[in-house]
C-alpha cells in the first residue's frame, strides 16, 4: 500500500467514525448513566463520555485476522 492509498483509505475511516462516536457520544449522554447536573461547563464530563465511546466504537469496530490483532498489539508499544 501506498502512502496515497493509505491516506485515502484513513480519511474514509475517520470519517465514519466521526459519525459513529458522535451518535454513541449522544446515546451516552441520554442512557441516564450520568447525570449532567453534576458536572460543570467544563470538558471533564465530554471527555469521559468521548473515553466510553471511543472504546465501545474500537471495541465494535475490532474485527481484525489473529496477523492483524498481533501487528495492533506491536503498534500500541510506538
Known amino acids: ?17 466521526k459519525k459513529e462516536i458522535s451518535k454513541e457520544s449522544n446515546r451516552l ?3 441516564g448513566a450520568i447525570d449532567p447536573d453534576d458536572y460543570k461547563n467544563d ?4 471527555k469521559i463520555i468521548l473515553t ?8 465494535n469496530y475490532y474485527m481484525l485476522s ?5 501487528e495492533v498489539k506491536n503498534l500500541k508499544y510506538f
Open 29 to 31: 449522554f441520554e442512557s
Open 43 to 46: 470538558f471533564v464530563l465530554p
Open 66 to 70: 489473529k496477523a492483524a490483532k498481533q
Open 1 to 17: 500500500m501506498t502512502k496515497k492509498e493509505f491516506t485515502t483509505k484513513t480519511k474514509e475511516l475517520i470519517k465514519d467514525c
Open 52 to 59: 466510553v465511546a471511543l472504546e465501545n466504537w474500537a471495541n
